[in-house]
């Protein structure tokens, strides 16, 4: 019988804490996502272990290995799922519920993260508020776990030898790593939530798995160094890192480093609370984030006693689900029968889900689903708005007419990521009846910097093209330059030096420059607020907002005086046009509606009038 290794145990302990942290947004723990990294590699560790142990013992069976995988993941899960159909059914409108049941059907299935990367879209249904978006790496981990025992199994059938295999395990270990960086700087997207970019790091835990059954190593300093590498990047690394990239070998070699030391004797490895918190982990990372999701719904303020009280209540449920669903030995057909009755459930309360709202709220609340063809002519979608982050679009990009001077015109050059874009129709409009030309560079999550701050290798390639090249050469003709972004998804200290960076290094080609502050951002979408609000004749707008922001956009205005334009509303806002049209279509990007007041608000402000006063025409506005 294989002896308990504390030392895993305690390492699911430090993943399932790093990601619930990082979820919460604990300060120095902006790295806590590589806490996934390090479950894969624990389970790819224990998956080959399994196979190895029972092909050389003549015991192993693919469809007993399967049972015993559905058995362990699928109950709990189909608990989480079960109580989230029922619960949501009575608090989500009909749009949101039908998102989630469509989620939860993808993770059930397990294939949740193809779910989630082909709707990837910028303007797909929030990340922060997809309940079930956790589940995509346990659909990783599903995939890996149908394909990895057929392969091995046959290897061992061709080649017999154990080393040979081995070997083969650590040459594609090393392809598919090479693979992943690279494909992460060409899809980001699609190598962060699919298997084949994902299968090194679990392919890793089979080769610490070799490399542990090969040689005996005792080290504590070689243990210390492993954790602190651990550690260090939980602390240092930030979600604007590419990953899976190069920076992802830090935690995985680390984690094989432990597995591979294999030393428990350590007294806080083997810590009451720290084992507790292992053997809970899957619970817990299956709970923390639904109640995060929900707490942001229900209009939370996430301050420290929200964040302890989650974190309270995901352990306790965590611990009621070890206890009674994960420890509680079923029969592999019944889990499965389980599954298809809580999808039939969840269909059958999707066609019943009639509550009795009126017709303008359900509008409201489904109202990007609706108008979303709108809302692509008013980013210029696919054109001058590209939201796709692949190197090729650059090409493509510049053969577009995007940036074509107009020599018999004013030209002013709007550049950004969407929320610079959302600005793009209104402005034409003002643009148009006075004689000036609005050029556009603008792409998804693509911030206006001259170096690689924040932006994908597709961006950085775009800006340099447009500061270093397109500008140089066509500073005689162009007369203004609107910077625009959402500088909040920036941390404070990072967000403005590159933005005075920028002004200055327009200064010096002679080119004015604004800065399009920081707009209004919620904790669900906007439209979903108004709804609500409408249902019980109440003003949530308040509630639902995220103060952060206000305080970010004070901070910036100070900070950037001479450039930055003030266009948030820290009193009442205008949320509803007379025609039935919210100020922003999601949590934080405007509607048409919207992006007409931000532009008139831009216009009008004495800052813009300043800087561009070569071009500004009083009557611009009337």
């Known amino acids: 019988m294989t002896k308990f290794r504390y030392d895993i145990n305690a390492l699911r302990s430090v993943a399932v804490i790093s990601v619930l942290l990082f979820h919460l947004k604990v300060p120095y723990c902006s790295g806590g996502f590589i806490g996934v990294d390090v479950f894969f590699v624990i389970s790819g560790y224990l998956m080959t272990r399994i196979i190895f142990d029972g092909i050389e013992k003549n015991e192993f069976s693919i469809l007993n290995f399967w049972g015993k995988r559905i058995k362990r993941i699928v109950p709990a899960l189909l608990f989480l799922t079960l109580a989230i159909t029922i619960v949501g059914y009575f608090f989500f409108l ?91 700087y060409r899809s980001a997207t699609a190598s962060f939530y699919l298997l084949p970019t994902r299968t090194w790091e679990l392919m890793a835990g089979g080769l610490a798995l070799v490399v542990e059954k090969k040689f005996v190593f005792q080290n504590k300093w070689g243990l210390f160094c492993c954790y602190a590498a651990i550690f260090l990047s939980i602390v240092l690394l930030t979600d604007s890192v590419l990953w899976p990239g190069v920076y992802t070998l830090i935690p995985v070699i680390a984690t094989c480093g432990i597995i591979v030391l294999n030393q428990s004797s350590y007294g806080i490895l083997q810590n009451s609370a720290v084992q507790l918190t292992g053997k809970v982990s899957y619970s817990l990372y299956l709970w923390h984030w639904p109640l995060i999701v929900f707490a942001r719904y229900m209009g939370f303020q996430f301050n420290a006693i929200t964040v302890i009280g989650i974190i309270a209540l995901s352990f306790l449920i ?37 509550p009795n709202f009126k017709a303008k709220i359900l509008d409201m609340a489904d109202y990007k689903k609706k108008h979303n063809r709108e809302i692509k002519e008013q980013f210029s979608t696919d054109c001058c708005f590209v939201e796709s982050d692949d190197s090729e679009e650059f090409n493509k990009f510049k053969q577009r007419n995007c940036l074509k001077i107009d020599s018999t015109k004013k030209n002013i050059l709007l550049l950004g990521d969407s929320h610079a874009a959302s600005l793009s129709a209104s402005l034409r409009e003002q643009f148009a009846a006075h004689n000036i030309n609005l050029l556009q560079a603008t792409a ?158 831009i216009l009008s402000d004495s800052i813009f009038i300043d800087q561009f006063r070569k071009i500004y025409f009083r009557k611009m506005l009337n």
């Open 318 to 354: 965590a611990y009621l689900s070890y206890t009674f669903i994960e420890s509680v030995k079923l029969k592999t057909s019944i889990p499965i029968i389980l599954t298809l009755a809580v999808l039939a459930l969840s269909t059958n309360m999707l066609s019943n889900f009639n």
């Open 94 to 184: 009909p749009n949101e519920y039908e998102v989630n049941e469509k989620n939860a059907t993808s993770s059930l299935l397990f294939y949740s993260n193809i779910s989630y990367w082909k709707n990837a879209g910028y303007f797909e249904p929030a990340s922060e508020n997809n309940i079930f978006l956790h589940t995509w790496s346990l659909s990783v981990e599903w995939q890996f776990y149908i394909i990895y025992p057929i392969i091995i199994w046959s290897l061992f059938k061709l080649l017999k030898k154990r080393q040979y295999i081995a070997a083969l395990i650590g040459i594609f270990t090393f392809l598919l790593c090479c693979l992943s960086v690279f494909w992460t």
């Open 444 to 601: 998804s999550s693509a911030f206006p910097f001259l170096m690689k701050n924040w932006t994908s290798e597709f961006h950085h390639q775009l800006y340099q093209y447009i500061f270093y090249e397109f500008l140089i050469k066509n500073k005689k003709h162009i007369d203004g330059v609107i910077l625009g972004g959402s500088w909040y998804m920036i941390p404070q200290q990072d967000v403005v030096e590159p933005l005075l960076q920028v002004t200055r290094y327009l200064k010096t080609l002679g080119i004015p420059v604004i800065i399009m502050g920081q707009t209004n951002v919620y904790k669900i979408p906007f439209p979903s607020i108004i709804a609500k609000g409408m249902e019980s004749n109440t003003d949530l707008t308040y509630i639902y907002s995220i103060k952060q922001a206000a305080v970010f956009n004070d901070f910036l205005k100070q900070k950037l005086k001479p450039y930055y334009i003030d266009v948030y509303y820290n009193k009442e806002i205008p949320a509803v046009s007379s025609n039935f049209d919210p100020y922003e279509f999601d949590r934080n990007h405007l509607s048409k509606y919207g992006a007409d007041l931000v532009v008139k608000k």
